[in-house]
């Protein structure tokens, strides 16, 4: 029953894409921008403010919400370029790996936002002490920077990718 959502494959083919093409192996640098940067986000969040204010999380709640829906288009989207006949090339290689990054990518991403989502509102409960809403503060900064940075990358994958079918044309 539990698997139905278990979401480990998700986060562990994530993080198998820091690693170097050439080498095949963890990037440090990567692990750093993408785990170390939004560790000491979460920590600032955490330190600076017992939560957040209803603005902040209102416009997080909204953000997240819009771009989860957009994440999820561009999956079908990413879809739509595997399966679709290609009669000059095969989609293999290094593009095959490249989609499957950017297909891991792009859940992780989906992921991402909807355990902020979770993180944003359970913050909203009163019911919560002080020491809770410091945990829910460094949640949320984490996660917010987490899906940020994740983002960016998947900005600059989709890019390369679309790039490479428009010059191939």
Same mark, same amino acid.
């Given at each position: #029953? ?6 480990? @494959?998700?986060? @562990? ?15 440090? &640098? ?11 986000? !979460?920590? !600032? ?5 017992? =939560?957040?204010?209803?603005?902040? &999380?209102?416009?997080?709640?909204? !953000? ?27 989609? &293999? ?35 919560? &002490? ?6 829910? =503060? ?14 960016? #990358? ?16």
């Amino acid at each position: #029953m539990i698997e139905k959502i278990n979401v480990w @494959r998700i986060v @562990r083919d994530h993080i198998s894409t820091l690693k170097d093409y050439g080498t095949d192996k963890y990037s440090p &640098g990567d692990l750093v921008l993408f785990f170390g940067v939004p560790f000491l986000a !979460g920590v !600032g969040g955490a330190l600076l403010g017992s =939560g957040l204010r209803d603005s902040v &999380g209102t416009l997080l709640v909204t !953000g997240l919400s819009v771009f989860g829906a957009l994440l999820f288009n561009l999956l079908l989207l990413l879809y739509d370029i595997v399966i679709r006949p290609r009669p000059s090339q095969e989609t &293999g290689g290094l593009t095959r790996l490249f989609l499957e990054h950017l297909y891991s990518n792009i859940s992780f991403s989906i992921l991402i936002c909807v355990l902020t989502l979770v993180a944003v509102l359970l913050s909203f409960l009163t019911i919560w &002490g002080c020491w809770a809403q410091r945990v829910f =503060g460094f949640l949320t900064c984490y996660l917010t920077t987490l899906f940020f940075l994740t983002l960016l #990358m998947v900005l600059k994958r989709i890019h390369v990718l679309l790039s490479k079918e428009l010059g191939s044309r």
